[in-house]
Nanobody
Framework: VQLQAFGGGSVRAGDSLRLSCVAS????????MGWFRQAPGKAREVVAA????????YYPHSVKDRFTIFKHNTKEVLYLQMNRLNAEDTAIYYC????????????????WGPGSLVTVSS
């Protein structure tokens, strides 16, 4: 499966932004998926994960109640709705697909998109 993230940009603190990850190839519905981000000088970290059918989700404390992940299997698109953004959310955001269940580990994801930059100014 090939992945491409869209929707990044520059916003102000407190604003909302929705990222989309469009998949091409086969069997999108059979992949568990995740959103990761990498801020300048920091390691890549998970910000949301979802099981292949969408029944299970995970969020770290840093984004819980602000970010929502949603997987539309018919449209073959993964979304990340980000609300109440702050400067600490500035990063390149990546979508990823794998078949290891609801995982926070980068090594469990086999396919990665090229990333989309989100910049939040305070």
């Amino acid at each position: 499966v090939q992945l491409q993230a869209f929707g990044g940009g520059s916003v102000r603190a407190g604003d909302s932004l929705r990222l989309s990850c469009v998949a091409s190839g086969n069997a999108f519905s059979t992949y568990d998926m995740g959103w990761f981000r990498q801020a300048p000088g920091k390691a890549r970290e998970v910000v949301a994960a979802i099981t292949r059918a969408g029944g299970g989700t995970y969020y770290p404390h840093s984004v819980k109640d602000r970010f929502t992940i949603f997987k539309h299997n018919t449209k073959e698109v993964l979304y990340l709705q980000m609300n109440r953004l702050n400067a600490e959310d500035t990063a390149i955001y990546y979508c990823a697909a794998g078949r290891q269940g609801l995982s926070t580990e980068m090594s469990d994801y086999d396919y990665w998109g090229p990333g989309s930059l989100v910049t939040v100014s305070s």
